[in-house]
């Protein structure tokens, strides 16, 4: 094979190895996309009684609507529709069905953050308290800026807290689960 006959056959091969990346991309993101259409389907009517503690009967119907719309493109002019467009009908349900989901989740994910921060606010002061006689290097000043510091995510938490009580679970939460991390 002359030195042009092999460039040119590794720029083929190239090609239609690019052109064999996009097909399985595409048809990755056509099964992914139908996945989760029958997982929403299926979670709003598993787990009806319990998604109706954080939304109502009306915003379940237009996710379910919204699920079944995806379907329905999806065996009609969707079938053709490229990478771009399945992956944007994906975020598309997503966006609703996930402002009901997590607020689900975010129940037990909220109340397990509130009870390991209550744990290791309660496990530092023990901890802080036998500073001046264990680790006589840390000083007065800096344990009372520590003192002043997990006051405040104490604070932080407890008001929280509050806010949450005044909330029904159908509201948007005072705070997330993930917030507690980023404070303690």
Do not use: C
């Amino acid at each position: 094979w002359s030195e042009e006959a092999k460039l040119e056959a590794k720029a083929r091969l190239n090609e239609l190895t690019a052109i064999d990346a996009a097909r399985k991309a595409k048809e990755a993101a056509l099964n992914e996309l139908e996945a989760y259409v029958y997982r929403v389907k299926n979670r709003l009517s598993d787990d009806d009684e319990e998604l109706d503690k954080v939304s109502s009967r009306e915003e379940r119907e237009a996710v379910t609507e919204a699920a079944s719309a995806a379907e329905d493109w999806l065996y009609d002019e969707g079938r053709n529709a490229d990478l771009a467009g399945y992956k944007k009908k994906q975020a598309e349900l997503t966006d609703m069905a996930n402002a009901i989901f997590h607020k689900y989740d975010e129940i037990d994910a909220r109340g397990s953050a509130v009870e390991s921060a209550h744990k290791k606010i309660s496990d530092m002061k023990s901890v802080s308290m036998k500073w001046a006689e264990k680790k006589p290097f840390i000083n007065e000043t800096e344990r009372e800026t520590f003192a002043t510091l997990l006051a405040e995510h104490e604070n932080w938490l407890e008001e929280k807290l509050t806010a949450q009580l005044a909330l029904s679970l159908r509201d948007t939460p005072a705070f997330e689960s993930s917030e507690i991390g980023n404070h303690m």
